[in-house]
């Protein structure tokens, strides 16, 4: 899925909507083509990096950097294993995990891809409410396109077991 940015959002409220404004309004004439022209640049210029941008997560896949044990109550961590697709330029991703709503945690994380690295580690610092074994089927990735109008989604699948044990800190007391 593709999904604007700020950056497409403000290039078309600064330069396209008043140049489209000023080719309705003004007459048919030089200034009226010029101002349209600048419209479709903006738009051509966009559609380009959609077409460029439609494949910028591809070959990238989670994999679990192992079992995930927590105890209930304390903080611990969910460590993934991002693949990356080989000649992979240094560029920001940003990654969600939807863990279950007993978690409190941060649901996404933005990491600098390390330039001509294989994987990559990611991270998230999470403090589960309650005990279970909880299942995480899929993580969201998100990228900028190339000329930062768009940005890339989509869900990656994922097989990822959350093993929340009860805390043991007060009985050892």
């Known amino acids: 899925m593709m999904v604007p940015t700020t950056?497409?959002?403000t290039m078309t409220g600064l330069l396209g909507m008043p140049a489209l404004g000023l080719a309705v309004m003004l007459a048919p004439g030089m200034a009226a083509?010029?101002?349209a022209g600048v419209f479709l640049a903006l738009a051509c210029l966009a559609a380009f990096d959609a077409w460029r941008g439609r494949l910028a997560l591809a070959g990238f896949e989670f994999r679990p950097a192992g079992v995930v044990r927590l105890a209930?109550?304390?903080?611990g961590v969910v460590a993934l294993v991002l693949e990356l697709p080989p000649n992979t330029a240094c560029r920001q991703i940003r990654a969600g995990l939807?863990?279950?709503s007993s978690f409190q945690a941060d649901r996404d994380?933005?990491?600098e891809l390390p330039k001509g690295a294989e994987a990559a580690r990611l991270v998230?610092?999470?403090t589960p409410g309650?005990?279970?074994l909880f299942r995480v089927e899929a993580c969201a990735l998100e990228r900028e396109s190339p000329l930062g109008f768009w940005a890339v989604r989509?869900?990656?699948?994922?097989?990822?077991d959350l093993r929340v044990y009860p805390s043991l800190l007060a009985e050892r007391r």
């Open 7 to 9: 950056r497409l959002l």
């Open 33 to 35: 083509g010029v101002c």
């Open 72 to 75: 209930a109550g304390r903080q």
């Open 98 to 100: 939807p863990l279950p």
């Open 109 to 111: 994380l933005r990491v």
């Open 124 to 126: 998230w610092s999470c």
């Open 130 to 132: 309650l005990r279970g």
């Open 154 to 160: 989509r869900k990656a699948p994922l097989a990822l």
